[in-house]
């Protein structure tokens, strides 16, 4: 079972996005904040994370460079309200963004395409 790390400032989204994963057949890590998701990749050893840009005074851009630094294999989709953020190159070092929606299907997409290319990665690498 794949482990999803879901790192938002509101505790509503967190929820959501927790039930809908789990409901999926995913195992779901929450993170409010930069250190707390910091904190779970390094102590929970997830295989995805959905990041949002704002998280509440600190940035999930930040966020995405320090999580890049400490493993470059771990696949992050940006998920943000504010579609602007596409445009700065900083975003680029995720693997996704997915603008938020009531609709979680792209998001639920988004999440299978990265997990099963990773798994074929790691199968190609046997």
């Given at each position: ?21 789990q409901n999926d057949g995913y195992e779901t890590v929450l993170a ?95």
């Amino acid at each position: 079972m794949a482990k999803i790390l879901i790192v938002d400032d509101e505790a509503n989204v967190r929820k959501l996005y927790s039930e809908e994963l789990q409901n999926d057949g995913y195992e779901t890590v929450l993170a409010e904040n930069i250190s707390e998701a910091i904190a779970s990749v390094q102590n929970d050893d997830p295989d995805l994370i959905i990041l949002d840009i704002k998280l509440g005074e600190e940035s999930g851009i930040d966020a995405l460079t320090k999580i890049v630094e400490e493993r470059k294999d771990l696949p992050v989709i940006l998920n943000s309200a504010y579609s602007v953020y596409k445009d700065n190159f900083r975003t680029w070092a995720a693997d996704a963004y997915i603008v938020k929606s009531i609709d979680l299907d792209p998001l639920k997409e988004k999440i299978r395409d990265l997990l099963d290319a990773r798994t074929g990665a790691r199968d190609q690498e046997v």
